[in-house]
T-cell receptor, first 117, second 114 residues
């Protein structure tokens, strides 16, 4: 098991509400990436945080925002929730933004399953 | 736009046979290509990766090949076992000092029949 933990594991929200998801990175990792995985699809890159700053972003609207804290944990915030936001949200931590090689690449958390009704 | 296409979407093989999954990426700036295995209800786990300056890499029963010119890369699993059954994702990453971006394929569901 990896040291990446996410909370909560499951969440139900109403359309229009706001949600905050949390991710604790693995020890020694300073980079966190967030992904949205719809059922039966591959993970879609939302953004990456490195040293508390956004360090790359996918094709997601501004209502998806994030934070990274000095301990390298991270939050994903989604405003004005829409039904299509229902998905598994995964975070992955790595030793650096461009880390390669099997022992330094990103390790995923177990995900937060968000349901918007 | 940036895209990674993955084929096939479903693959069924007999135990002991080989399985091949192919991906094509669109962004020539991509320089790192990881493969992930995701079992039902579990998180994706990195199984092998390859950098753009390497054409082939092998780790026991798993190998990955990369053709930069054609922007193709493939996963090869030999001597498949029932526990290889899972969804496999390829991904292509680009980036540098301005930030990094990883694009995943849609996944291949592999069934290994005993």
């Amino acid at each position: 098991e990896t040291g990446v933990t996410q909370s909560p594991t499951h969440l139900i929200k109403t359309r229009g509400q706001q949600v905050t998801l949390r991710c604790s990175s693995q020890s020694g990792h300073n980079t966190v990436s967030w992904y949205q995985q719809a059922l039966g699809q591959g993970p879609q890159f939302i953004f990456q945080y490195y040293r508390e700053e956004e360090n790359g972003r996918g094709n997601f609207p501004p209502r998806f925002s994030g934070l990274q804290f000095p301990n390298y944990s991270s939050e994903l915030n989604v405003n004005a929730l829409e039904l299509d936001d229902s998905a598994l949200y995964l975070c992955a931590s790595s030793r650096g933004p461009g880390a390669v090689a099997k022992n330094t690449e990103a390790f995923f958390g177990q995900g937060t399953r968000l349901t918007v009704v | 736009g940036e895209n990674v296409e993955q084929h096939p979407s479903t693959l069924s093989v007999q135990e002991g046979d080989s399985a091949v999954i192919k991906c094509t990426y669109s962004d020539s700036a991509s320089n790192y290509f990881p493969w992930y295995k995701q079992e039902l209800g579990k998180r994706p786990q990195l199984i092998i990766d390859i950098r753009s300056n390497v054409g082939e890499k092998k780790d026991q029963r798993i190998a990955v090949t990369l053709n930069k010119t054609a922007k193709h890369f493939s996963l090869h699993i030999t001597e498949t076992q029932p526990e290889d059954s899972a969804v496999y994702f390829c991904a292509a990453r680009k980036g540098g000092s301005g930030g990094f971006k990883t694009i995943f394929g849609a996944g291949t569901r592999l069934f290994v029949k005993a």
